[in-house]
């Protein structure tokens, strides 16, 4: 028995060398220096120091001696990455350049920086804000935008808020640098910064809809059940972090800190949030776990109302239209 707990005690000790230096590898090759190829070298490095410490792991004579210094150089990477801080200034690529922000004056919020891009193609744009004042007490509805492109089981996912016929769109992303992509990978090592994109329909929606080609997306918008006053404190808590961000940025993450994550985490404001689940981690599922909490707002099967969600051959036919936004939601409006 003793030799079994022996055995199982190294084998863990392997895997825990084996993940510490998968990590380390990853932290430097996406936070390390500037300059690629020392980026590189250093990454690298790290991996063959790795993999030579669980060699000696795994060999009698030299365990504790190839442990003990792997561990004190592990810890050292760990201090520095620990250290990186984010922030707000940087060379962002246009989407995602300006800040929005809050102001409060009794139940009248104004909203500053509401993105509304002219697009002539996805990445062929004229960029446009502006500012608008909201009242708090004509918040009535909210509806949740999925958005797909690499099949069912993952989507980005926003909300977007209804004061009667005005509505305002709320997308939680990574913030990129002029010169970055996006990594999924990346998002677990500090490569983003979060940032909450405050838009008009007619931009956040329709450059999914009409704009993206490669890959193209799937977008669909599902009306939220819930009391007026529920979503006026989602909202304000949405406008709260909105204005926390721009004092005190926060990075991305493509686990804790997504855009599905975070949306669950502001709905816990609320009696009766949905229970967190893996159908929010795949976020492709997000709506119909909504559907089976009952948070949906409209009552048919939900493949009838995923057909009715489904908004793209609309927004292509709205396009510019000043109405836009009344016209995606006509297959839920009365007959």
């Known amino acids: 028995m003793r030799q079994i707990v022996r055995y199982a005690g190294l084998v863990l000790g392997a895997f825990l060398i084996f993940g510490m230096g998968t990590w380390g590898t990853f932290a430097l090759y996406f936070d390390g220096p500037e300059q690629g190829t ?11 120091v790795s993999l030579g410490a669980l060699v000696g792991y795994c060999t009698s004579r030299f365990r504790w001696l190839a ?44 909203v500053h920086n509401i993105r ?17 004042t909201y009242d708090l007490t004509q918040l009535d509805s909210a509806d949740l935008v999925a958005a797909y492109w690499m099949g069912p089981m993952i989507a ?10 005005d509505h305002l769109a709320i997308s939680i992303e990574a913030r990129k640098e002029a010169t970055e992509g996006y990594s999924s990978i990346g998002g677990f090592f500090k490569q983003y910064e979060l940032i909450y994109i405050v838009a008009d329909e007619r931009d956040v929606i329709r450059v999914r ?3 993206r080609k490669d890959p193209p997306e799937d977008v669909y918008l599902y009306p939220l059940a819930g009391s007026p ?13 909105l204005n926390e961000l721009r004092e005190r940025p926060k990075f991305y993450n493509t686990l804790t800190a997504n855009c599905t994550n975070v949306i669950w985490m502001h709905s816990r404001l609320n009696p009766g949030h949905v229970p967190f689940s893996w159908k929010i981690l795949l976020s492709g599922f997000s709506p119909a776990y909504l559907y089976e909490q009952g948070k949906l707002g409209i009552h048919v099967s939900f493949e009838e109302l995923q057909r009715r969600s489904h908004i793209n051959e609309i927004a292509l036919h709205a396009d510019h239209a000043p109405d836009f936004s009344r016209q995606i939601r006509a297959p839920f409006s009365p007959p």
Do not use: C
């Open 38 to 48: 020392l980026r590189t070298v250093l990454a690298s490095g790290f991996a063959v």
């Open 229 to 241: 006053e529920n979503i006026q404190r989602l909202f304000l808590g949405y406008m709260n972090t």
């Open 67 to 110: 442990t003990g210094s792997y561990l004190s150089l592990f810890f050292v990477l760990w201090v520095w990455w620990s250290m990186i801080e984010p922030s707000n200034d940087r060379k962002w690529q246009p989407e995602v350049a300006v800040l929005p922000y809050a102001t409060f004056d009794g139940n009248l919020i104004t």
């Open 209 to 211: 809809t009409n704009y």
């Open 116 to 132: 509304n891009f002219d697009y002539r193609t996805e990445t062929d744009f004229t960029p446009a804000y502006y500012d608008h």
């Open 156 to 165: 980005h996912i926003f909300l977007t808020f209804g004061f009667g016929d």
